[in-house]
């Protein structure tokens, strides 16, 4: 929808109010990084200091945690991207039985809250007696981070012309030349963003990882503690503003990456 | 030097390069081996463990030793049935009510301005707006919220200059919604959940208005209609599926929601936050069980109704 008249200022005010409301309360984690409050989240800070950044440098706890959250987010990457692409590749390009089923069966895992994935996921590992370690946190991460990779490829899949698999096999190559010379250039990007969102996505999980963690402090299990009992609020205050530059990169990567894909693609809504 | 690749390869006849071949010359074969480790994985570790948990809501506890009686029994769903109970499911399912409501009334003219207005820079500058609280670390949001609505902080400082104290003061001092603070009140958890899920009800919206043809709230212009008649009668009914679709994402998170209202709120539970202690500290696995199949069934019926409405077909 697009035209030429102005906005009405009620409108404008409305917009731009929305805006602010959006945006207000991330920019105030920047400014409580450095406040030098130390007891009270008092507003306007008394004073500024870069003294906690160093203090939370030193930290072996957030440290600790912070590993363990990428460690986690780059497996579950790593198996959402197979995963994901292979379906994608299958509902895409071919009609199967069940093919319907599969593309519900892939989505569930976000359309349901994330709450049931956790506790169905928990009760399963004490039904099967597992113990909890790094990979009953990825087992539930790689479930839903799937849907992310699976949304990407699937519509890098739908846009990119069978008729170049077709013709590079014409020309001779074999199954894995096909792939690794002429599907993988072609949906790269995709695979890149798809992973890049399915990656900030694990980093930031809390809810199913309260239930799959056990005793294990991942890095939003760190902030969620912090949050419910207080013990240090300076400390608190740098952590948030690092992992909010830590999410948000990806993102901004991940809108310019895809961004290009779909102007050329011609794919208007 | 042989630096110039072949136009035509020659054939391998490694034995993986001949595996494959013999897989993409049977496509029912490649279709099963692609869709095998999806369906292992989802089958097995989604499917399984939700099915293990809807049996355990059939279960039921014994009262006196505490342990998990397998037999089948209705018992645990009677439960849910009890005032107690049945006030947090109540207490849920309005609240998430009244922030898909407040989400749809914020989201509205943001979605609206960026879908006709927004050109270039200011189109950019609302998407990012859009994103970067979609996808800023959820915690990190919460944390923000609270540094907002602290006693000490940003907000009851801004009231107080602005010398609106008495107005706050006003709200809190409302039966149910109020509280000693902001940060302790149905209120501030209200206002948390819009801001969390609020991005979620944009971009349906924006998407559905995106697609409304600018000629046609002219026409309506041109035939007479006020703004108010021409919003009611014309860009409401479009956006309507918009609002559906962004209404499913606020009322689905807001049932299943155990974090926001642990920390900014009163210490009524929600369903969420019961099902994570009845299942943790009271170690009560079938009622937690029953518990989650509740926002199940009231996603079942709000979906259902959805697609009655005709919003499915629509979109």
Not at chain 1, 76 to 98: K, M, Y
Request: aromatic fraction near 12%; charged fraction near 10%.
């Amino acid at each position: 929808m697009h035209s030429d008249t102005r906005a009405p200022l009620p409108l404008k005010l409305a917009a731009a109010g929305g805006l602010f409301f959006l945006l207000a309360p991330i920019a105030l984690i920047f400014v409580y990084a450095f406040t030098t409050e130390e007891k009270s989240f008092q507003w306007p800070p008394p004073g500024f200091t870069l003294k906690w950044l160093g203090v939370t440098l030193n930290r072996p706890d957030v440290w600790e945690a912070l590993f363990l959250s990428l460690r986690v987010a780059a497996i579950s990457t790593v198996i959402a991207l197979a995963l994901g692409t292979l379906t994608a590749a299958a509902v895409a390009r071919s009609r199967f039985f069940g093919r319907e089923t599969i593309s519900l069966l892939v989505i569930l895992p976000i359309a349901l809250p994330g709450i049931i994935t956790g506790i169905s996921l928990r009760s399963a590992f004490s039904l099967l007696e597992i113990p909890f370690s790094t990979w009953t946190i990825v087992l539930g991460h790689a479930t839903f981070c799937i849907v992310i990779v699976y949304n990407n490829a699937v519509a890098r899949f739908r846009r990119t012309s069978g008729a170049l698999i077709d013709a590079a096999m014409d020309l001779g190559a074999d199954g894995v030349q096909t792939f690794t010379l002429v599907i993988l250039p072609n949906i790269a990007t995709a695979l890149l963003a798809g992973g890049m969102l399915a990656f900030a996505l694990s980093f930031d999980e809390v809810i199913v990882t309260t239930f799959t963690a056990g005793q294990q402090t991942t890095l939003p299990i760190w902030m969620l503690e912090e949050l419910v009992r207080p013990r240090q609020r300076p400390v608190t205050n740098v952590v948030a503003m690092a992992v909010v530059l830590v999410t948000v990169l990806p993102i901004l990567a991940a809108y310019y990456l895809t961004r290009d894909g779909e102007h050329t693609a011609g794919a208007e809504k | 030097m042989s630096a110039l690749s072949p136009a035509i390869f020659a054939p391998r006849s490694g034995p993986l390069s001949r595996a494959v071949d013999w897989v993409i010359r049977h496509p029912r074969m490649f279709v099963f081996l692609m869709v095998l480790p999806i369906s292992l994985w989802l089958g097995i570790v989604y499917i399984g463990a939700l099915i293990a948990l809807l049996i355990q809501s059939f279960f039921s506890i014994d009262e006196y030793s505490g342990l998990i009686v397998h037999e089948f029994t209705l018992k645990t769903y009677a439960e849910l049935f009890r005032s107690y109970n049945l006030d947090i499911i109540i207490r849920t399912v309005s609240m998430a009510a009244a922030v898909t409501l407040a989400a749809a009334v914020i989201a509205f003219p943001i979605a609206y301005f960026a879908a006709r207005y927004a050109r270039g820079k200011w189109k950019a500058l609302f998407y990012i707006g859009v994103m970067l609280p979609l996808w800023s670390s959820y915690l990190v949001k919460v944390y923000a919220w609270k540094l907002v609505l602290a006693k000490e902080g940003i907000l009851n400082w801004l009231f107080a200059k602005l010398h609106l104290t008495w107005a706050l003061e006003a709200a809190l001092a409302l039966p149910v919604v109020g509280g000693n603070s902001l940060s302790v009140s149905y209120l501030g958890t209200f206002i948390v959940f819009v801001y969390i899920w609020l991005p979620y009800m944009i971009i349906p919206v924006q998407a559905s208005l995106e697609r409304v043809p600018a000629p046609l709230l002219e026409a309506a212009a041109d035939l007479g209609a006020t703004p108010a008649q021409s919003f009611r009668m014309v860009l409401f009914p479009l956006a309507m599926p918009g609002i559906v679709a962004g209404s499913i994402f606020t009322f689905s998170l807001t049932l299943g929601d155990y974090i926001i209202p642990q920390i900014i709120g009163s210490s009524r539970l929600f369903i969420g936050q019961a099902v994570y202690t009845q299942q943790g500290t009271a170690g009560n696995i079938p009622l937690a069980a029953a518990f989650t199949v509740v926002p199940i069934v009231i996603m079942g019926l709000y979906l259902w109704g959805a697609r009655k409405m005709g919003a499915f077909d629509a979109l």
